[in-house]
């Protein structure tokens, strides 16, 4: 195997609170190649945090310290604001959970996709528009020059989330970070959406960073699963062995899902009492 | 006892209408749920039954007793609502407790602190969160206050829009589990939006599927359990969710 694109090793992120500073991920190590990743867990275990964490997108007062955090290469950890720019978007992209919120509401989506490709590229205002129709065409929209005069509120939930995956892979970046990209999506519009960032992610040869509370939609997804609880990672194992998982709490998550011949009548819940709080 | 009875129903919001005649009837102890993508009008149903849609045609009856148009008491007493999003649904600056009493103020019921004590206990909130404000409380905790508000006035049903999807997995168990419960305990009636179809397999008797403001299909969980949805759309719907 070649040598990896992104190489996390201790990563620790932390805020302060009035009771000293508080660590949502606690030494977390990972390697990732050229593989389809998924980090699974519940609300607060530290994963959306992770992705951000490797993107230097966590702002003072958070602090973000770890041993090692290489991408294809670079320190990321040495990295300025302007050299982290030159990443962001053309090497490594994010795509965000909700389309309503992540797109800019007063520029047309024809727009916004080239700004993501001309930030990082000249290129002749012809080309451009070219690739954009052609990108909106990836993501499975039938109409892209109507569609690139649309403003954001003019689109669908689903519309919307495609919409970003091409602005995020235009510049044809080597890692996407996806952060639940499909939890503001219907069931039926969800396959179509993960479908989409899988076959492109396999055509380009990228590397995929899938975080999702869904541990069913991770195994479908991904080749490894990291699941996360607390800051921690407590079980790592291939996607298709997820039901084989060792760990109570990776157990406890399977076993609270419902399914579709549900003969249960009642759902087992994760012993909350070592958490605990408030 | 027929506990919701639609019939020919028309929802319209302005010019658009957005549910075409939709006929369904419920009997008491019944739960029944509502599926189908978003704008599919599965949420505009239970708007109107519950009073917060008010431009409707047709017939909406609570066991036997005919809606009007306006805020109808009656209708209140035995009908609540569950919504969505537990961030969204609770008044961030009243206390748990103000939250709880406010229905019973409204239709004038005493006894206000042993009711709300008994509710939270109900719903399995320890009493020192009555005096605590929504931000201080997890989602699951909010959406159990949520239901616990619903339930204040006694009523023969709820009404339940997606009560479960920004929940975590672990929490949606709880709070499902939770339902169960109370429905066996007090006999209710279900009315749920929702488009996790596994849930509707833990939770209800009986389903219909929905599509542009129709209903296409009605059918019985056993039915969604092995597979033997009738029409087309059903059958896709199930297909995304098991996966392909």
Same mark, same amino acid.
């Given at each position: ?15 302060? #609170?009035?009771?000293?500073?508080? $660590?949502?991920?606690? *030494?977390?190590?990972? #390697? +990732? ?33 770890? @041993? ?48 993501? +490709? ?8 012809? $080309?451009?528009? /070219?690739?954009?129709? %052609? ?21 669908? *939930? ?9 602005? !995020? ?9 996806? %952060? ?33 509370? %869904?541990? /069913? +939609?991770?195994?479908?997804?991904? %080749?490894?699963?990291?699941? !996360? ?25 399977? /076993? ?23 | !006892? ?21 006929? +369904? ?26 009073? &917060?849609?008010?431009?409707?045609? *047709? ?37 748990? @407790?103000? /939250? ?91 009315? !749920? ?33 092995? *597979? @033997? ?6 059958? $896709? &719907? ?7």
């Amino acid at each position: 195997m070649s040598a990896p694109l992104l190489d996390v090793k201790n990563l620790r992120v932390s805020f302060p #609170t009035h009771s000293g500073r508080i $660590e949502v991920v606690k *030494g977390l190590s990972f #390697t +990732l190649g050229r593989e389809r990743l998924g980090i699974v867990g519940e609300s607060g275990s530290g994963k959306s945090m992770t992705g951000r964490s490797i993107l230097k997108l966590i702002r003072k007062p958070g602090e973000v310290t770890a @041993d090692k955090l290489e991408f294809d290469g670079i320190d990321l950890r040495a990295q300025s604001e302007k050299q982290m720019r030159a990443i962001r978007g053309a090497r490594i992209s994010m795509v965000m959970q909700d389309p309503k919120f992540s797109l800019n509401p007063v520029m047309t989506v024809g727009e916004q996709i080239a700004e993501a +490709l001309v930030t990082h590229q000249k290129l002749p205002r012809r $080309e451009v528009q /070219a690739r954009i129709l %052609d990108m909106l065409r990836a993501v499975r929209i039938n109409d892209p020059e109507r569609v690139a005069k649309l403003y954001p509120h003019e689109v669908s *939930g689903g519309m919307g989330q495609r919409i970003m995956i091409a602005m !995020m892979l235009i510049p044809e970046p080597e890692l996407l970070i996806a %952060d639940e990209p499909t939890s503001a999506l219907d069931v039926s519009v969800q396959a179509q959406v993960l479908d989409i960032i899988d076959d492109l992610v396999t055509r380009k040869g990228m590397g995929l960073i899938l975080i999702s509370h %869904d541990l /069913a +939609l991770v195994s479908r997804y991904c %080749d490894r699963i990291l699941v !996360m609880n607390a800051g921690r990672v407590v079980e790592e194992c291939a996607a298709g062995q997820l039901d084989q998982a060792q760990h109570p709490y990776t157990r406890g998550l399977l /076993a609270a899902m419902p399914v579709i011949d549900e003969t249960r009548d009642e759902l087992p819940v994760l012993d909350r009492t070592q958490w605990a709080g408030t | !006892m027929i506990a919701i009875d639609l019939k020919n129903l028309d929802i319209s919001y302005g010019d658009s209408k957005v549910v075409h005649g939709v006929t +369904l009837s419920i009997p008491e102890g019944e739960s029944f749920a509502l599926v189908g993508e978003s704008g599919s009008g599965k949420s505009t149903i239970l708007r109107a039954i519950a009073g &917060l849609a008010p431009d409707w045609e *047709g017939e909406i009856s609570v066991f036997g007793h005919k809606r009007s148009h306006s805020i109808d008491r009656a209708v209140s007493r035995q009908v609540q609502m569950v919504f969505q999003d537990p961030y969204g649904s609770l008044h961030p600056r009243k206390t748990i @407790d103000a /939250a709880l009493s406010e229905p019973l103020a409204i239709h004038g019921i005493g006894n206000r602190g042993e009711r709300v004590e008994a509710m939270l206990k109900a719903v399995g909130l320890d009493q020192r969160f009555r005096f605590r404000f929504p931000h201080q409380l997890s989602g699951g905790q909010r959406q159990r206050v949520a239901i616990a508000r619903a339930l204040m006035l006694e009523p023969k049903i709820l009404l339940l829009d997606e009560p479960t999807s920004a929940l975590d997995v672990s929490v949606q168990a709880e709070i499902l589990n939770l339902l169960k419960r109370l429905r066996r305990e007090q006999n209710l009636t279900f009315l !749920m939006v929702t488009h996790n179809l596994p849930v509707v397999s833990f939770l209800c008797d009986r389903l219909a599927v929905m599509r542009h403001g129709r209903i296409v299909e009605i059918a019985d969980v056993a039915q969604l359990k092995a *597979g @033997d949805l009738k029409q087309d759309y059903s059958r $896709e &719907l199930l297909a995304a969710t098991e996966g392909s």
